[in-house]
């Protein structure tokens, strides 16, 4: 072959190499794929462990071990507090995520708003839905503007027992 | 008979005879699974028990550090109202970040539609997330292997490594993935894997009151998660796109996609 063939060939050679060598560098070494094959898990392997190291914020009041971490401290109230038809909700949906307390925030940020109520007791007319066991009111008509828990007992919300 | 025949008899003979009695017996393949404790998470959603209170669109984003007011969240709820005319309605103003505190439906645009309530027929709430797909189509097309299934079946995004160019968002038939407004990558739910590799719920299981979320190791037999999905009537989203969701449904309606 000629020498014109050549030299654009050693060009496109060098680059190739190029590439290679700079990808030799760039790509990290733990770069792989698991069980499931390069086409849905080639990744860079580490970076599991990189997601694993987020702080969890929320504890264990939930479903799982209902109000469990709550009690480590605030056992007795915890208990009254929960017995309730409001027990069925974690403490930290009002009460905020309990990361670091009682340490750095010494006292959770507890979301008083009305908006927080009307989350599940507005009134909605959907009788086929779950919500259709939830008193709700209309926002607009009762109190508007007034913190729910200024009448209310979040803990004991049933009507026989308001103040 | 020759030779050949009465050889070759005898053999048959004795290999049968060597094969063990208990070698016969069928393998249950849950008792396999049960004894290889290999972790493949799924999500069980019992829609019949949201009521859209949207603690866990709230719980996720904190969790998770998603700006809270930017129109991106990793989790959401639908809400669909049928009309007694036949008429369907789908919205999630927010993604149900706040709930839904009001009977209108958002219509998109800034557009509002109050539904008479003597016209209101069936109303439900649907909560949504990633399916953690078996066949990813997020994971194919990215060019730079930033995000992945991992052995144990959730599907990461690696944020040092992805280069925010949106392919996976586009491929995502959910729609489940979004760009991150702060850290200008793709974006998605972990299934709280910082949480879930430690012995917790997700941030959403854990925030929700009526037990409506739930999540189990589908490969463990005696999972009681795994017990509802294979006993009773579950489906999945967009089974027909071959993607093999992990997030099964009790209580799906044919619209709901």
């Known amino acids: 072959m000629k020498s014109h063939v050549w030299r654009p060939l050693y060009v496109v050679i060098a680059l190739v190499v190029g590439l290679l060598v700079f990808r030799f560098f760039y790509v990290p070494n733990d770069f792989g794929s698991g069980k499931r094959g390069f086409m849905y898990s080639f990744h860079r392997k580490s970076n599991a462990e990189e997601w694993k190291k987020q702080p969890v914020k929320y504890s264990v009041t939930g479903k799982q071990k209902m109000h469990e971490y709550c009690s480590e401290c605030h056992g007795e109230e915890v208990k009254v507090r929960t017995e309730k038809l409001h027990g069925v909700i974690p403490c930290e949906d009002c009460h905020g995520p309990v990361l670091n307390h009682p340490e750095a925030p010494e006292k959770l940020d507890i979301d008083r708003s009305r908006e927080l109520c009307l989350r599940c007791h507005t009134s909605l007319p959907y009788t086929t839905s779950e919500r259709k066991r939830i008193p709700g009111i209309d926002p607009k008509g009762h109190n508007a503007g007034v913190q729910c828990v200024k009448c209310h007992n979040p803990h004991n919300p049933k009507l026989e027992d308001m103040k | ?257």
Request: hydrophobic letters at 35%; charged letters at 25%; proline letters at 6%.
């Open chain 2, 1 to 257: 008979m020759k030779r050949r025949d009465f050889l070759k008899n005898c053999i048959m003979v004795i290999a049968g005879a060597s094969v063990p009695l208990s070698a016969l017996t069928l393998v249950d393949p849950r008792k396999v699974l049960a004894a290889n404790p290999d972790i493949q998470w799924a999500f069980l959603i019992n829609t019949e028990k949201c009521v859209g209170c949207g603690f866990c669109v709230k719980a996720c984003k904190t969790e998770n550090d998603i700006p809270f007011e930017a129109n991106v969240t990793r989790t959401w709820v639908e809400r669909y109202v049928y009309t007694k005319d036949d008429r369907r309605y789908v919205d999630s103003p927010k993604g149900a970040l706040y709930g839904y505190t009001e009977s209108r439906v958002d219509l998109g645009r800034g557009e509002f539609k109050e539904i008479d309530p003597k016209n209101v027929g069936k109303a439900f709430f649907v909560p949504k997330l990633c399916n953690h797909c078996g066949t990813p189509p997020c994971t194919q097309v990215c060019p730079v292997g930033a995000t992945y299934k991992t052995d144990d079946g959730v599907v990461l995004v690696d944020r040092k490594w992805c280069i925010g160019c949106g392919y996976c968002i586009m491929a995502c038939p959910y729609a489940a993935r979004f760009f991150h407004p702060v850290l200008k990558v793709a974006d998605k739910c972990t299934f709280c894997y910082h949480r879930i590799s430690k012995g917790l719920e997700t941030a959403c299981v854990n925030a929700c009151p009526f037990g409506a979320r739930r999540m189990g190791n589908i490969h463990d037999i005696n999972d009681p998660v795994t017990q509802v999905i294979m006993n009773e009537r579950v489906g999945v989203l967009k089974d027909e796109f071959g993607t093999k969701p992990q997030a099964f449904y009790i209580g799906l309606a044919q619209e709901v996609r």
